[in-house]
């Protein structure tokens, strides 16, 4: 159980293209979806909080107009990674909240390797 | 600020060491203390969730405790296989995200 996943894997494109990124909980719901950056040797970190139905919730010094985040169902939530450029390339994941839980754990999607040329 | 710090930073153990891993913090309200287990190229696996200090779960040759400044994640006689980065993560009350530690690098040596 507590199934999440991404689609794609892995993606190369060119500069100044857009580019998304789908994570869906497969087997529960999800009202509440984190997306993280990764890079090489570093740990997660937080991009945005999206909530089903609403805006997501950006960090600090994550621009929204570049990332654009949309959690449309209780299972699928997508980033859009716009006008994409060679220093957005990076290791993205993404993590779901069980609406059902009592705790408040984060199950993690496998994780997107952007490359940008 | 909310900080969540981890050591060592890197492990390496012959198979069938045991040993510790640290994570340390300081937050203002704690939720609940998690840990995970990551691959390289692949996401964070949840291994254990703590809530109150004294708590303790256990998971194969794996074991986390909790007290009220730090948590430790024991291996007992490690495996090759058990070879990953350990991620701790706070979740502070205030708030729906976690605070991840930088992480521990565990090799563990056949």
């Known amino acids: 159980g507590a199934v999440v996943s991404q689609h794609p894997s892995w993606v190369i494109c060119k500069s100044g293209t857009s580019v998304k990124i789908e994570c869906r909980s497969l087997d529960f719901q999800a009202t509440t979806m984190f997306w993280y950056r990764q890079f090489p040797k570093q740990s997660l970190m937080l991009m945005a909080t999206s909530n089903e139905g609403s805006k997501a919730t950006y960090e600090q010094g994550v621009e929204k107009d570049k990332f654009l985040i949309n959690h449309a169902s209780l299972t699928l939530s997508t980033l859009t990674v716009t006008s994409a450029h060679p220093e957005d390339s990076s290791f993205y994941i993404c993590?779901?909240?069980?609406?059902?839980?009592?705790?408040?754990?984060?199950?993690f999607g496998p994780g997107t390797r952007l490359t940008v040329l | 600020e909310d900080q969540v710090t981890q050591s060592p930073e890197a492990l390496r153990l012959q198979e069938g060491e045991s040993s510790s891993l640290n994570c340390s913090y300081t937050?203002?309200?704690?939720?609940?203390l998690f840990w995970y287990r990551q691959d390289p190229g692949k996401g964070p696996e949840f291994l254990f969730t703590l809530y109150s200090a004294g708590e303790e779960k256990e998971k194969e040759r794996l074991k986390a405790t909790l007290t009220k400044k730090e948590s430790f994640l024991h291996i007992t006689a490690p495996k090759p296989e058990d070879s990953a980065t350990y991620l701790c993560a706070v979740h502070v009350n205030y708030g729906q995200n976690f605070v991840f530690g930088p992480g521990t690098r565990l090799s563990v040596l056949p």
């Open positions: 937050v203002s309200g704690l939720r609940g």
């Open positions: 993590s779901a909240r069980d609406r059902k839980s009592s705790t408040d754990t984060q199950y």
